[in-house]
């Protein structure tokens, strides 16, 4: 399954909202998408699985829904530590797979 | 605390071999999911093995099969990486990471070690 997330980069100010897609080439089985942040020199944290369930700890700012093929991750309220490349990731079928990433800047 | 750390990594030479290690603390290790995924310089993520918790379900990226071996020892709480036939497209960080267990299934990756730098250069 080839995963296109959009935009490429996501450049906003403190205290928006963020809107992070991705675009799944067939079904994902079970909605078994994860939305992972990865901040430099750092390895990559879970936010979501499962498309819309907080992994542990994440503030519930984060927040991931799905239609069809379609996924979204929304960052409700922009904070400067959001600044990060976020990834998608489907593990409904072999193999799993990753979206290209999105790059969020905050202004 | 849920803990992973991976080690072994280094320079090899095209063609080399080396082994990965994943340790685990904070969990009950014999009871998860492990998975590999590598990183190349300043790429995006690529998953590339996974064990299941009594390693009798293993699979592997294309990119890798035939070349590199998951295994686990859940008495000591780690999980190896056996990479062989080693070429520069093998240059990445490694991540070690739980991925599910029998009860819940799959979770995704949660969560991620450090990582270790496999560097594969003449």
């Known amino acids: 399954i080839v995963l296109t997330q959009s935009p490429g980069t996501l450049s906003l100010s403190p205290g928006e909202r963020a809107t992070l897609f991705c675009r799944a080439s067939?079904?994902?089985?079970?909605?078994?998408l994860a939305w992972y942040q990865q901040k430099p020199g750092q390895a990559p944290r879970l936010l979501i699985f499962?498309?819309?369930s907080r992994g542990t700890a994440i503030p519930d700012r984060f927040s991931g829904s799905e239609s069809g093929t379609d996924f979204t991750l929304t960052i409700s309220r922009l904070e400067p530590e959001d600044s990060a490349v976020y990834y998608c990731?489907?593990?409904?079928?072999?193999?799993?797979?990753f979206g290209q990433g999105t790059k969020v800047e905050i202004k | 605390q849920v803990h992973l750390v991976e080690s072994g990594g280094g320079l090899v030479k095209p063609g080399g071999s080396l082994r990965l290690s994943c340790a685990a603390s904070?969990?009950?290790?014999?009871?998860?999911?492990m998975s590999w995924i590598r990183q190349a310089p300043g790429k995006g993520l690529e998953w590339i093995s996974f064990?299941?918790?009594?390693?009798?379900?293993?699979y592997y990226s294309d990119s890798v099969k035939g070349r590199f071996t998951i295994s686990r020892d859940n008495a000591k709480k780690l999980v190896y990486l056996q990479m062989n036939s080693l070429s520069a497209e093998d240059t990445a960080v490694y991540y070690c990471?739980?991925?599910?267990?029998?009860?819940?299934?799959?979770?995704?990756?949660?969560?991620w070690g450090q990582g270790t730098l496999v560097t594969v250069s003449s």
């Open positions: 990731q489907q593990y409904g079928s072999l193999p799993w797979t």
């Open positions: 904070g969990f009950s290790f014999s009871d998860n999911y």
């Open positions: 064990i299941s918790d009594n390693d009798k379900t293993i």
């Open positions: 499962g498309a819309s």
């Open positions: 067939q079904s994902v089985s079970s909605s078994y």
């Open positions: 990471a739980r991925c599910g267990d029998a009860r819940s299934g799959f979770f995704g990756f949660d969560p």
